[in-house]
């Protein structure tokens, strides 16, 4: 079946270190991709987003992704995070442009003062 | 500031109980889905419209109805509640052009006693 995929639901950090969450899917042809992010008791809020061009996008709060065409996959990444990363994110996939997101299982990232 | 209200931020009903979860958004988006999010399983969709009168299944819509009357409001109707279906349920609408994602309501949790 189509999926998306995120590893490591669970992710423990320092601040300042880096962090990496992978997303891969299995969708054929074009796929627009998109990252949310769920901050402790609020609602889903977009980080950023791929459809085309640079497969190196840049989101809010340091946040970036890089797509793989090769490697189906859309990994998020920031250099140094703090303490206010905590949240949960999610990666999703809309195929063919279709206006229907798949989501991933999210990852639950945790980041000690 | 566009928004997508979810009329109730915690509910609470009984086994067999009818249940109504009401969302309306203030964007003239097209399309609206209903999604459910339960720990380590991410969102999952239960229902989508495109269009007023307009209703498609999701990946879980067993248990579940929606109505559209209105291009703005777009209801989730539990016929009979049971306690399975005790999850934080999510709507979200979107434009037809796909480039912009999905803008999320806050959520309601739901709890089926």
Redesign the interface.
Known sequence: AQSVSQHNHHVILSEAASLELGCNYSYGGTVNLFWYVQYPGQHLQLLLKYFSGDPLVKGIKGFEAEFIKSKFSFNLRKPSVQWSDTAEYFCAVNPGGNNRLAFGKGNQVVVIP | DVKVTQSSRYLVKRTGEKVFLECVQDMDHE?M?W?RQDP??????IY?S?DVKMKEKGDIPEGYSVSREKKERFSLILESASTNQTSMY?C?S?A?D??Y??T????TRLTVV
């Open positions: 399309n889905f999604y380590g399983l991410g969102l999952r969709l989508f495109y999510l979200a979107s037809t796909s480039n994602g999905y999320f309501g806050s959520g």
